[in-house]
């Protein structure tokens, strides 16, 4: 059973596990009403549930694929043509010697 913490209120979830709702709320500093306390444990029973019955399917002889083969994506590094300074820092709002000139953020 899942209780509010603020009130007497108290939401009978059918969950296949007990999770008390308002108090996960609390430790994450979420302010929930009544109403979404009850939606989100009825979302949450909703879920679960249905995780309870998908570890209920028979998968005897299949494969685990939670790991696909493992292909080394990389290539080599080679040195390609570089952009001209000029045709991205005329696109800039502001430059100065040769760089880009930003807002200063940091005191």
């Known amino acids: 059973m899942a209780c509010h913490l603020m009130s007497a209120t108290c939401y009978l979830l059918t969950m296949p596990v007990d999770i008390d709702i308002a108090k996960v709320a ?5 302010a929930l009403s009544d109403d979404e306390l009850a939606t989100y444990g009825s979302q949450l029973g909703d879920i679960l549930e249905h995780a309870e019955r998908v570890q209920a399917l028979p998968t005897d002889g299949v494969e685990p694929t939670s790991h696909l083969p493992m292909v080394n994506a990389f ?3 080679e040195v390609g043509e570089c952009l001209d300074p000029e045709s991205f820092l005329s696109q800039a ?15």
């Open 26 to 30: 609390k430790l994450a500093t979420l």
């Open 93 to 107: 709002p502001d430059v100065v010697d040769g760089q880009f000139r930003v807002p200063r953020i940091l005191g």
């Open 75 to 77: 290539r080599e590094d």
